[in-house]
């Protein structure tokens, strides 16, 4: 015990002997950011003063690199302008711009690789850099507050992704914003991350995800890309009080995914609002899922999940169920959906007869879309009346016993997607 003491005590010492010796060493324009790197000890501040330095930088022992009124670190169009290679380092306030354009070398305006543990990315323009960071085999990282432009002029395949993250874990994704990448962020084997309140767009995916575990998805806006997000081969998915809307394919896709929970979340405007593929045992409750050419695609096996207490309001096709079965939703306290034709005898707040989402309309509006120009009329309600007293008529369905009458987003209107100052 006492040797114990006496080794924590030892430590102590020494860090605050480090702290002591911790020095500032300042670069002008026209000095040599790299050279201050060299010349400082784990521990010192690189401050770099507001100018152009056309650099590549190596940062191989904890310090800090600090901007003063933001000057620009420019790779001149090759290789990363940043390499970080060891633990503890910190880079804010700079504008990190001109890497590389090979997609085989990963070139980034910032590469983390291996070894590069703790490392702390805040306040930083990341611009025409092909990936704006590029993390690899590390643990705790933090990239936060930053702004993320790839390379514009390149097509969307020649381009790299915004953030990516390969064989990470206790990765903190905050407040970032992100465009003209290929995708937003792009995250593979890694686990135990928090990715919260970014705001994404004009990519691909918002985000590309596969293969990773125990993660945190909150309160981030992803709008205008080809899908927001796409979560894919993965379980213990917490996504929540995300804002979703405007992308020309899906909203979220819950692809291969098991025991996760999807909650509070505003998806508006997209072609497909949720995109359900091979999905298990997963929790959707108290999503708005509004103005979508279709709610949700729901197909390859997706069963045994709970989706209760979700608004489904004027999407022009509620589901699209492609299955050999029926499959029940809404099993506590019911979804609502607006074109639910059904009443309320008892006045309990749920419909006294169940909604299926596959019925003879629906179906009549696949093959014939101009189907949906004759939603609302008086015929095509009455063919939906008529066809549930037909069994013959009717195809496996996503079936809700008990639908709420009413939406749980009285203003529903209100939380449709825009763009926020």
């Known amino acids: 015990m006492k040797a114990s003491l006496r080794r924590c005590a030892a430590l102590l010492v020494a860090l605050a002997a480090s702290l002591a010796g911790a020095a ?16 400082a000890r784990p521990g010192d501040t690189v401050l770099v003063e507001r100018g152009r330095y056309e650099e590549h ?22 290789g990363d302008t940043i390499r970080v290679r060891a633990s503890g ?66 097509a969307s395949a020649q381009r790299g992704n915004g953030i990516q993250l390969y064989d990470t874990s206790g990765a903190r994704i905050e407040d970032n914003r992100i465009s003209f990448t290929r995708d ?21 995916y918002g985000t590309h995800y596969m293969n990773s575990h125990h993660n945190l998805w909150e309160g981030n806006e992803v709008y205008r890309n080809r899908t927001g997000l796409a979560l894919m081969e993965t379980r213990d998915q917490q996504v929540r009080n995300n804002r979703v809307w405007g992308n020309s394919d899906a909203g979220i896709m819950l692809r291969t995914i098991q025991d996760s929970v999807v909650e509070g979340n505003v998806v508006t405007g997209n072609q497909r609002g949720f995109f359900i593929y091979d999905a298990e045992y997963n929790t959707l409750r108290g999503n708005l899922v509004a103005d979508n050419e ?16 979700n608004d489904f309001v004027r ?13 029940a939703w809404g099993g506590k306290s019911g979804n609502y959906w607006s074109n639910y034709v059904g009443w309320d005898r008892d006045g309990d707040g749920r419909g006294d007869t169940p909604y299926e989402a596959n019925d003879v309309v629906d179906r009549l509006v696949w093959r014939l879309p101009l189907v949906k120009l004759l ?31 009413r939406p749980q987003h009285e203003r529903w209107q209100d939380l449709r997607g825009s763009i926020q100052p």
């Open 57 to 78: 930088l190596v940062i191989d022992k904890p310090l800090t690199l600090q901007g003063v009124g933001r000057p620009t670190v420019s790779g001149g169009g090759s």
């Open 294 to 309: 279709v709610g949700a695609h729901v197909w390859a096996g997706s069963i045994h999940n709970d989706v209760d207490g």
């Open 24 to 39: 500032e060493l300042r670069v002008a324009p026209g000095g040599s950011i790299g050279a201050a790197i060299a010349q």
């Open 89 to 154: 380092v910190t880079i804010a306030g700079l504008i990190v711009a001109d890497s590389g354009a090979d997609l085989g070398a990963q070139n980034a305006g910032i590469a983390i690789r291996a070894g590069a543990d703790r490392a702390t990315v805040r306040d930083c323009d990341l611009s025409y850099n092909l990936f704006g960071l590029y993390i690899e085999g590390v643990k705790d990282v933090q990239v936060i507050g930053n702004l993320i432009t790839g390379k514009r002029d390149l």
């Open 315 to 327: 999407n022009r096709q509620q589901v699209r169920y492609v299955a050999a079965r029926d499959e």
């Open 184 to 204: 937003g962020i792009y995250v593979d084997i890694s686990h135990h991350a928090v990715f919260r309140g970014n705001r994404i767009h004009d990519v691909r």
């Open 375 to 405: 939603l609302n009329s008086a015929a095509v309600q009455t063919l939906r009346l008529v066809a549930q007293q037909f069994p013959l008529l009717r195809a496996p369905s996503i079936v809700d016993a008990k639908p709420r009458m």
